[in-house]
C-alpha cells in the first residue's frame, strides 16, 4: 500500500518535472519565432513619446530585447 502511494507521487513528480521543461522549449522557440514586439512598434512607441528615432536607435532597441529572451 504505502510502496504503491510512493510510486505514484514519484510519477507525479517525475511527470511535472518533464512538463515544465518540455514546456519551457516549447515556449522558447515560440518567443524566438514570434517575438512580442518589432521594430515598427518601437518606432511608435518612441514617436508617442515626442521623439523620432532614427534606425540606429531602433536597432539598438532591438538588440536588447532580443538579449534577454
Known amino acids: 500500500m504505502l510502496h504503491d502511494i510512493l510510486l505514484i507521487i ?7 518535472i518533464i512538463g515544465f521543461l518540455i514546456a519551457r522549449f516549447v515556449m522558447k522557440k515560440y518567443m524566438k519565432e514570434n517575438p512580442p514586439i518589432n521594430e ?3 518606432e511608435v512607441m518612441m514617436s508617442s513619446m515626442g521623439r523620432k528615432p532614427s534606425q540606429k536607435q531602433v536597432n539598438q532597441v532591438m538588440k536588447q530585447m532580443t538579449k534577454y529572451m
Open 40 to 42: 515598427k512598434m518601437i
Open 10 to 16: 514519484i510519477g507525479l513528480v517525475i511527470g511535472a
